[in-house]
């Protein structure tokens, strides 16, 4: 079974600051990973994913991640926060190469942004 | 505008009744899932179709059903409520349900159960 672990239930930084979310997952095979977005009162947006290749995965809004096999970890950075950044960001997982999409969720992270 | 229609946006009942959530995914997309966010447990998958058979399942109560119908929206049944089935009840969908697909998220459907 996968899990994710998100560390950090709040993150707080000032505005045009390197912004780090972290996650760490479990998974017995390669998995696919997924970082989304979201605002209040809206639904989940896809930032990036990871699924093969390039372990670098750039995504919207300036945000990307880097797959680290030997850290299990996928971790989120954007190098300048803005204040439009401020929101709950999840890490997820599914199992690779089955035919089925279950996401596995992290806890989130709330990211607040000051002035 | 992720493409995903899910309504009611809000829905308030009482313990003990019926509701139906319904969900319109994507225009191209045939695989359709259901999840729900409460405070207590987080973001939860519940259970996918693809093209209208069931494809996998989660920590789906048996008081709770759902479907995908010919024209590929579905529709989540919650019966027998209670108030721990408060929570924001997404939908989402991708187009072939396969692990290495993005999913597009719906902005839900707030229920509260009183």
């Known amino acids: 079974a996968q899990s994710v672990t998100q560390l950090g239930s709040h993150v707080s930084v000032s505005e045009g600051a390197l912004v780090l979310l972290r996650c760490n997952y479990s998974?017995?095979?390669?998995?696919?990973l997924f970082w989304y977005v979201q605002y209040p009162n809206q639904g989940l947006q896809l930032l990036l994913k990871?699924?093969?290749?390039?372990?670098l995965v750039k995504g919207i809004n300036g945000f990307e991640a880097e797959f680290k096999k030997s850290e299990t970890s996928f971790h989120l950075t954007k190098p300048s926060a803005h204040m439009s950044d401020a929101a709950e960001y999840f890490c997820?997982?599914?199992?690779?190469?089955?035919?089925?999409?279950?996401?596995?969720f992290g806890q989130g992270t709330i990211l607040t942004v000051h002035p | 505008d992720s493409g995903v229609t899910q309504t009611p946006k809000h829905l308030i009942t009482a313990t003990g009744q019926r509701v139906t959530l319904r969900c319109s995914p994507r225009?191209?997309?045939?695989?359709v899932y259901w999840y729900q966010q409460s405070l207590d447990q987080g973001l939860q998958f519940l259970i996918q179709?693809?093209?209208?058979?069931?494809?996998a399942k989660g920590n789906i109560l048996e008081r709770f059903s759902a479907q995908q119908f010919p024209d590929l929206h579905s529709e989540l049944n919650l019966s027998s409520l209670e108030l721990g089935d408060s929570a924001l009840y997404f939908c989402?969908?991708?187009?072939?349900?396969?692990?290495?697909?993005?999913?597009?998220f719906g902005d839900g459907t707030r229920l509260s159960i009183l």
């Open positions: 989402a969908s991708s187009v072939t349900g396969e692990g290495n697909q993005p999913q597009h």
């Open positions: 998974s017995s095979v390669p998995p696919y």
């Open positions: 990871y699924t093969t290749g390039a372990t």
């Open positions: 997820a997982v599914t199992r690779g190469g089955t035919s089925y999409g279950k996401l596995t």
């Open positions: 225009s191209g997309d045939l695989s």
């Open positions: 179709y693809y093209n209208g058979e069931e494809r």
